[in-house]
């Protein structure tokens, strides 16, 4: 059995995890590889969690892994974090089994360094706090391509664009999500992402060639346009898409994005130092809501058509 540390030191040079993490990242898998009942613990949820088509991480194997806090007296977000990078080192060689690309296994691991990040400066705990998340991941049901991450999915609706393609309910598109990379999303990007969709799902395209990509996300607000400059790549971002729903909350359960451990600060006493933060500060302290939306995009290979 590869013990654990060796699992981190694996995936350490993939994801580009941040310095300031590696010594405490090192310390907890080594607390847990030294004590050998939770050591098989870990090893035996790793091995049954993979087994087949990994599934239910969040109701069902994670709960599992309060033994291991237990016994370590490791935060429930750091444990988790390990788990999932045990589990990744088989997904690699799924990955190389099926002749996937390593650089889309990579951005797998430049995925676990985002949600690192966010935990830290989130909750100031090195570990994740979203691990469940990874479902997608480890059934192969997700992939990162480029800047953004894709899966499978079913349109919810039958749908006419206002340039008329038409889309019926359980049409087998793609659906889409933005990490936090910390990079723009820029036109050149946003393209390069969409063609390599293209590409790796050829499947999924409609009988004209189209490839339906839809996306629900905070980041498709149409009051963005009100909060926000037109040069904005968040505006552009959602010129990509036909928004075909939206609505408010009450709560913006998404604060955390913009303003990571600052969310947890009153409104005015949440910095405005970027646009994007300032146009969210101006526009909730005047009383409005904030929501989400809804859209969806089709590409040919080259280009979006509308």
Request: glycine share 6%; aromatic share 14%; net charge neutral.
């Amino acid at each position: 059995m590869t013990v654990l540390s060796e699992h981190f030191l694996n995936m350490e040079k993939w994801g580009d995890f941040p310095e300031s993490s590696l010594e405490e990242i090192n310390n907890a898998a080594k607390l847990i590889d030294e004590n050998p009942d939770v050591s098989k613990l870990f090893s035996k949820l790793v091995k049954k969690y993979m087994s087949a088509h990994p599934r239910h991480l969040g109701s069902i194997y994670l709960p599992q892994l309060k033994a291991v806090e237990k016994s370590t007296g490791l935060h429930e977000y750091t444990v988790n974090f390990l788990y999932i990078m045990a589990c990744s080192e088989i997904l690699h060689e799924r990955y190389k089994e099926k002749g996937i690309d390593e650089e889309i296994f990579r951005g797998i691991a430049k995925d676990f360094r985002c949600k690192l990040i966010e935990c830290i400066e989130c909750e100031r705990v090195t570990g994740t706090f979203v691990a469940d998340w990874n479902d997608g991941f480890f059934s192969m049901n997700r992939f990162p391509l480029g800047r953004f991450q894709f899966e499978y999915s079913d349109f919810d609706r039958n749908y006419i664009t206002e340039g008329g393609i038409k889309i019926k309910r359980g049409q087998k598109c793609l659906n889409m999500h933005i990490p936090s990379l910390g990079t723009s999303i820029t036109d050149d990007i946003r393209l390069d992402s969409y063609k390599r969709a293209y590409d790796f799902f050829p499947g999924v395209r409609m009988k004209n060639g189209l490839l339906p990509v839809q996306c629900s996300s905070w980041l498709l607000f149409p009051a963005h346009r009100q909060m926000l400059p037109e040069t904005s790549n968040i505006i552009k971002f959602m010129n990509d898409f036909e928004i075909y729903e939206s609505k408010t909350r009450d709560n913006f359960n998404d604060d955390w994005r913009i303003w990571g451990h600052y969310s947890d600060l009153p409104l005015e006493e949440r910095p405005a130092d970027t646009s994007l933060r300032k146009g969210y500060k101006d526009w909730m302290m005047a009383g409005n809501k904030t929501g989400y939306g809804r859209g969806i995009l089709f590409f040919d290979g080259e280009k979006i058509v509308k």
